[in-house]
């Protein structure tokens, strides 16, 4: 993972905003575990704890999310080398890498959501798996008979939902923010914080488009000749630093979300019961 982004992660969750969060929830569960012990007194408990508590959040985070941090490195690695590379050539194969980086920057961003999807799909609710047919039908999203279960005798619910999550997603492609805001609310990982650098990969996906499906021409008004876009390096340079905050946001958000809590609670042990006043 880059280290500028492993450190504005890790930046976050030494936050007062990100202890704030997590200690709402871990103050109720601990609050109900703990008859006779005030909200007051389990979030003063928490606060002295937040020092030891930050490694182990550190250490959940990259168990969680370190394949997709691998990737995220990965992308940020090629797509500056690309970039770099461009400044080195010709005008017009210079473009033409650039181009190239823009169309391999969009498929970074496919497969971070794919993993998204298959992490936190099959554990999700009847609604949001409602799209997803079942596995080995051919990707047929109807009602099925009682027979097409027979070729799953012996898994899990579970394993079967996971198996036709995962087979969907193989299928699956991301070429609008609305398909992104779709899979995020999907996921319960939708926000606010995330719309300026949407925005910004808005840009990336058209020009994606153009570029795959149009040779990065279109045809100005009046005019019967299609014309070749530009494209600079600073150009690539913001999709994918809109990308990379991008996907910073999100694992924020779903770690906070869906593990914090519960990495807090695992770290204190119920052990770490606070004293009630008086005592």
């Known amino acids: 993972m880059p280290s500028?982004?492993?450190?504005?992660?890790?930046?976050?969750?030494?936050?007062?905003?990100?202890?704030?969060?997590?200690?709402?929830?871990?103050?109720r569960d601990l609050h109900d575990s703990f008859p006779g012990v005030s909200e007051e007194e389990v979030r003063a408990a928490l606060k002295a704890k937040l020092g030891e508590l930050s490694s182990a959040m550190g250490a959940r985070l990259v168990e969680v999310f370190g394949p997709d941090l691998?990737?995220?490195?990965?992308?940020?690695?090629?797509?500056?080398?690309?970039?770099?590379?461009?400044?080195t050539l010709p005008p017009r194969t210079a473009a033409d890498v650039l181009r190239a980086a823009a169309v391999l920057l969009h498929a970074y961003l496919e497969n971070f959501l794919r993993s998204l999807a298959a992490a936190?799909?099959?554990?999700?609710?009847?609604q949001s798996l409602n799209d997803i047919p079942l596995a080995e039908t051919g990707g047929r999203r109807e009602k099925f008979n009682l027979g097409e279960l027979a070729r799953h005798r012996g898994k899990t619910v579970d394993t079967v939902l996971r198996e036709s999550v995962l087979e969907h997603l193989e299928r699956s492609n991301y070429n609008s923010t609305d398909d992104?805001?779709?899979?995020?609310?999907?996921?319960?990982?939708?926000?606010?914080?995330?719309d300026?650098?949407?925005?910004?990969?808005?840009?990336?996906?058209d020009r994606r488009h153009l570029i795959v499906h149009r040779q990065d021409r279109v045809q100005p008004a009046g005019s019967d000749q299609y014309v070749l876009q530009p494209i600079e390096p600073p150009d690539v340079a913001r999709w994918g630093a809109a990308v990379t905050e991008f996907a910073g946001r999100v694992i924020t958000i779903a770690f906070t979300n869906k593990h914090l809590a519960e990495t807090i609670n695992a770290a204190l042990g119920k052990s770490a019961s606070p004293t009630p006043s008086g005592t």
Do not use: C, M, W
């Open 180 to 194: 992104i805001a779709s899979l995020l609310i999907k996921l319960g990982l939708k926000s606010p914080d995330l």
């Open 70 to 87: 691998d990737q995220l490195e990965e992308s940020t690695e090629r797509i500056a080398a690309l970039i770099h590379t461009s400044t």
């Open 120 to 126: 936190f799909l099959p554990s999700g609710d009847g």
């Open 4 to 27: 500028f982004l492993r450190q504005k992660i890790s930046d976050y969750f030494n936050s007062d905003q990100a202890a704030t969060f997590a200690l709402d929830d871990v103050v």
């Open 196 to 205: 300026v650098a949407l925005s910004t990969i808005a840009e990336l996906i």
